[in-house]
Nanobody
Framework: QVQLVESGGGLVQAGGSLRLSCAAS???????MGWYRQAPGKQRELVAV???????NTADSVKGRFTISRDIAKNTVYLQMNSLKPEDTAVYYC?????????WGQGTQVTVSS
């Protein structure tokens, strides 16, 4: 079983920055970690993911503003969010995919005021 603990969400003004963290515990091997988000009335969407080999996939809407990284030793993934916009407001969910399964965090709210 994998457990995910997220932190770092909050309220920020447009143009500001936030850093999300997600620490995973449990059996993780050869995995993909990352972040999705869901705004009110919208479907959950990919923000960015990173493989255990360091390959990343980032949504076009956040490229150049958001950076995903991970600490393999700590089983932790980070999302540095800069130049935040009101349209980035959403609940951000940590995501881990391992062979044969995937897991979601509880979600952390990010609110960007204009």
């Amino acid at each position: 079983q994998v457990q995910l603990v997220e932190s770092g969400g909050g309220l920020v003004q447009a143009g500001g920055s936030l850093r999300l963290s997600c620490a995973a515990s449990g059996s993780i091997f050869s995995n993909v970690m990352g972040w999705y988000r869901q705004a009110p009335g919208k479907q959950r969407e990919l923000v960015a993911v990173i493989s255990s080999g360091g390959i990343t996939n980032t949504a076009d809407s956040v490229k150049g503003r958001f950076t995903i990284s991970r600490d393999i030793a700590k089983n932790t993934v980070y999302l540095q969010m800069n130049s935040l916009k009101p349209e980035d407001t959403a609940v951000y969910y940590c995501y881990v995919r391992v062979p044969g399964n995937h897991y979601w965090g509880q979600g952390t709210q990010v609110t960007v005021s204009s």
